[in-house]
């Protein structure tokens, strides 16, 4: 699978803002996804990810009750709603893919999936 993120900008804290994340395949919906993000001089880490049917869902502690993710697997889709953004979210947003037909899960390793878009930056100024 092949992944494009896009919708990233600048925004002001306390703003809403909408992460697209395009895939390619007709497996789509075999793919358990992932939001993820990297902030300058830090490692990346897991924000947010999607069990293939979309019936799960799990959230980094820091966006839980803020940032929603949600996919369309007729669409091959996958979105990350986030409110109430905060100067921390400032960061570089990946969407990332694992096969998940054996086991599906959630993981927040960024080990545990080999499939990752090219990243789209988000700023957020307070």
């Known amino acids: 699978v092949q992944l494009q993120a896009s919708g990233g900008g600048l925004v002001q804290a306390g703003d809403s803002s909408r992460l697209s994340c395009a895939a390619s395949g007709r497996t789509f919906g075999n793919y358990a996804l992932g939001w993820f993000r990297q902030a300058p001089g830090k490692e990346r880490e897991f924000v947010a990810g999607?069990?293939?049917?979309?019936?799960?869902?799990h959230y980094a502690d820091s966006v839980k009750d803020r940032f929603t993710i949600s996919r369309d697997n007729a669409k091959n889709m996958v979105w990350l709603q986030m409110n109430s953004l905060k100067s921390e979210d400032t960061a570089v947003y990946y969407c990332a893919a694992y096969n998940a037909v054996v086991i599906n899960r959630i993981p927040t390793a960024v080990g545990s999936y080999p499939y990752w878009g090219q990243g789209t930056q988000v700023t957020v100024s307070s």
């Open positions: 999607i069990t293939k049917s979309g019936s799960n869902t």
